[in-house]
């Protein structure tokens, strides 16, 4: 089967008229009757108006009769638009990288009072001559021995 003879079973499908679609698709009167008469090919910039035109039609179907001659419709709830999805990729691209900067931050903040905890070891020990601060657990934890 050609393709004209896929747009004619699409154009009985809609029950609509040859000349309506001729009209539709901006073709010359009865460009698609001597068509389909000698069984002609059908130009790809004519193929785009019908794609452009019927967007519910499945272009791929008329090409090689492959698939099914209307495109499944998704349900407005599930379409999602790009600008959503493109919206929602730059939101989570800027957290990503506020949320490194602060894990940067933390390990600093981390360096640091480690670092401070070690110098008040150090000066509770010149003071008072307390032994200087023990690690209790994989992170650094002050013990007063003088509490």
Do not use: C
């Not at 050609?2 to 000349?19: A, L, M, T």
């Not at 990288?97 to 150090?122: C, V």
């Amino acid at each position: 089967m050609k393709p004209i003879e896929r747009i004619e079973i699409f154009i009985h499908f809609k029950k609509i008229s040859p000349h309506a679609f001729e009209k539709k698709i901006k073709l010359s009167n009865g460009y698609f009757a001597k068509q389909l008469k000698h069984l002609g090919s059908v130009g790809s910039d004519i193929l785009i108006r019908i794609h452009d035109t019927y967007t519910d039609l499945d272009i791929l179907w008329i090409l090689t009769g492959e698939g099914q001659m209307l495109k499944e419709e998704i349900p407005d709830s599930e379409q999602i638009d790009n600008s959503i999805i493109e919206d929602f990729t730059n939101k989570y691209t800027n957290e990503n990288k506020k949320l490194k900067k602060l894990e940067n931050d933390f390990d600093k903040l981390q360096t640091s009072l480690s670092d401070k905890e070690k110098i008040i070891g150090l000066y509770e020990f010149m003071l008072n001559g307390n032994p200087p601060i023990t690690n209790i657990s994989s992170t650094s934890v002050v013990k007063r021995m003088d509490a």
